[in-house]
């Protein structure tokens, strides 16, 4: 029997399989779901083990774990080291979800769940492609490592040690990551970059507790007044970021670069009736595309303060706070970066507050790759046969930690080939995962 053969036979059971996968609420971000998490990675190393891994171990991190697993065969092969997460994003707000988001439902062809698209899916393919491999034809081409992960969406905190721990383990000639996007059902790319990513929180704490605003009101600072007077100050009027030291290190696109972004198909008018909003909005001087992709960006991801419940209570809050996320631009430092953020906040606090920020962990730096790196011009070959036209070289506006993790600690670039959409509402409710997906990833 050929591997397509053996394919195709177990279409039904690897479906079957993906949505016992699916029905496991492994949130990372969410202490309550640390156990679901392990379960997770036992799924994915006890299937390992199942499509004939040699060697298959769930590993500590000293927070989520990650699972790895070889087929070694000679020492003279290229060695092939497979990536991918098992952790999910939360699900919150859970009342947008059409179906219960860890029960998964197919419709269309489509999977709905959380994880479905990022990354459980995209995941779930290499597993089975190396399984109809070695059930067929009892040996692969190359030799091939796999190294899964628990902690993505949380920024990877516990894999800088973890990884230059295990070097020996994880060395390898090239990394394959199933975490990614194409950029249509009829339009592949090829991703050679990903932007950096850090993250903080402001908490602002001004009386000891809510206060009568008719009787207080004009006589204390407002901690609402005071973070939104900080908030405000971080872009001008053009949404360009206004902290002094952001733009330093930033690596300008070469003309190269911008030639191949404007490649691909967006049409402004077009993304911002898709977006329902009036028109776009962004830093002068760059394409939508750009700014989207290789531009760094500092964006106030959530406020909480004050009354928020129906109708008006007059009171002067006690307490305000934000949430803050920067995506990082080639050649910025995660470290730096944070540093005049943290000044900028100092700078603009009004008096009568005390002001504390909590700088996240899992800070990361931007990737980017040689678009005639052979490893894509491999992945590029494989894409036209599979969409039948040549990929789009493209870089992602999101963030995968270990992709940077991988080639400072390692020395190997990595290859995206992951088969999400951007209409699958990755991060979002109703999240989906195309079942031809699967077929293509296979």
Request: proline content about 7%; overall charge negative.
């Amino acid at each position: 029997m050929e591997w397509q053969d053996y394919l195709t036979q177990n279409r039904d059971r690897y479906i079957a399989e993906m949505l016992e996968f699916l029905k496991i609420p492994s949130i990372s971000a969410q202490s309550e779901h640390e156990t679901d998490v392990k379960m997770a990675g036992q799924w994915v190393a006890d299937r390992l083990k199942q499509a004939g891994l040699n060697h298959v171990e769930m590993m500590p991190t000293g927070g989520h774990p990650v699972v790895y697993a070889d087929w070694i065969q000679e020492d003279g092969l290229p060695t092939v080291l497979i990536y991918g997460h098992f952790d999910t994003q939360p699900v919150d707000p859970l009342d947008l979800w059409d179906s219960p988001p860890f029960e998964p439902v197919i419709k269309q062809d489509r999977v709905f769940a959380r994880g479905a698209s990022d990354d459980k899916g995209n995941l779930f393919s290499p597993i089975t492609a190396v399984e109809a491999m070695l059930k067929t034809s009892g040996k692969l081409p190359v030799n091939v490592k796999f190294f899964f992960e628990g902690q993505e969406e949380i920024g990877s905190p516990q894999l800088p040690d973890f990884v230059a721990q295990n070097k020996t383990l994880l060395a390898c000639d090239l990394v394959v990551s199933a975490d990614g996007l194409q950029l249509s059902p009829d339009q592949p790319k090829v991703e050679i970059g990903f932007r950096g990513n850090m993250a903080l929180e402001i908490r602002v704490t001004g009386p000891s507790k809510d206060y009568h605003s008719g009787l207080y009101g004009g006589v204390i600072q407002n901690p609402i007044h005071a973070l939104t007077h900080i908030l405000a100050s971080f872009h001008d009027t053009d949404g360009r970021v206004a902290v002094t030291g952001f733009y330093d290190d930033v690596r300008e696109p070469t003309p190269e670069e911008r030639q191949q972004l404007a490649a691909l198909p967006m049409d402004e008018s077009e993304l911002a009736t898709h977006l329902q909003v009036p028109e776009l909005f962004g830093e002068p001087g760059y394409t939508a595309v750009e700014r989207g992709a290789i531009r760094p960006t500092l964006e106030i991801c959530g406020v909480e303060g004050g009354y928020q419940g129906e109708g008006i209570k007059g009171i002067v809050p006690a307490k305000a706070q934000a949430k803050i996320v920067c995506r990082l631009a080639a050649d910025q430092d995660p470290e730096k970066v944070s540093a005049a953020i943290n000044a900028h906040i100092r700078n603009f606090t009004l008096p009568g507050v005390r002001v504390d920020v909590i700088n996240r962990d899992g800070k990361v730096g931007a990737y980017l790759m040689p678009h005639d790196h052979p490893g894509n011009i491999a992945a590029a070959g494989v894409l036209k046969k599979l969409y039948g036209k040549a990929p789009l070289t493209s870089r992602c506006g999101g963030t995968i930690p270990i992709c940077s993790l991988f080639l400072e600690t390692l020395g190997v670039y990595t290859v995206n080939f992951a088969f999400s959409y951007e209409d699958e509402n990755l991060h979002s409710p109703n999240e989906f995962f195309r079942l031809e997906s699967l077929d293509r990833g296979q």
